[in-house]
């Protein structure tokens, strides 16, 4: 089993629908990371969170850490959103990657 | 602007060929890190560089090779000993000791035929 553990590993949702992707990890960590991975490869850094919540435009990303668990929201969905995310632990343990697909 | 830039975007190279890539990076930050991707895998950490000339391995070290003479530049060697190198290669810098962001390069995809 993964130190970081991604559900689904693949999502398909038409346009508009809210998202939820989910990250559990079986370590105790101190803070998580979101990413996202576009289609030609380049990652970018979307959260770095340790409690609570954060909020960027239409993402929110939540965690808990004595659940050991974080969720990426994204609501009102786009075309554009449509990439694979990553979740990693502050010891830069991955996840294998969630891809989302958003259909027009 | 300042930013991580890795060369080539594709490189291709015949079998039993080493190949090093480039990493190169104007942050002025401490920390440098190798990444390889496979499809449907999360990111292995290949090599990571906490300080000008010196480097520790990661998960995934066998058939690479790194230096660190710069703090700009930390060059990856994916050597002849490497058994499956076929793969899409990231590398990323960050700040040393902060529980903070990594800024990661666009990387390198790497087809050995």
């Known amino acids: 089993k993964n130190e970081v553990e991604q559900s689904p590993q693949n999502l398909t949702a038409q346009e508009g629908e809210f998202i939820t992707i989910n990250c559990s990890y079986s370590v105790g960590i101190s803070a998580l990371h979101w990413l996202q991975q576009h289609p030609g490869g380049g990652i970018v850094s979307l959260f770095m969170?340790?409690?609570g919540k954060k909020k960027h435009g239409r993402l929110i990303a939540t965690i808990n850490i004595q659940e050991k668990h974080s969720s990426l929201h994204i609501t009102a969905s786009h075309p554009r959103d449509s990439a694979v995310y990553i979740c990693a632990s502050q010891k830069l343990v991955f996840g294998q990657g969630t891809r989302l697909t958003i259909n027009p | 602007d300042g930013g991580i830039t890795q060369s080539p975007k594709y490189l291709f190279r015949k079998e039993g060929q080493n190949v090093t890539l480039s990493c190169e990076q104007n942050l002025n930050h401490d920390a440098m890190y190798w990444y390889r991707q496979d499809p449907g895998q999360g990111l292995r950490l290949i090599y990571y560089?906490?300080?000008?000339?010196?480097?520790q391995k990661g998960d995934i070290a066998e058939g690479y090779s790194v230096s660190r003479e710069k703090k700009e530049s930390f060059p990856l060697t994916v050597t002849s000993a490497q058994k499956n190198p076929t793969a899409f290669y990231l590398c990323a810098s960050k700040v040393q000791g902060a529980v903070d962001t990594q800024y990661f390069g666009p990387g390198t995809r790497l087809t050995v035929l």
């Open positions: 560089s906490q300080i000008v000339n010196d480097f």
């Open positions: 969170l340790s409690s």
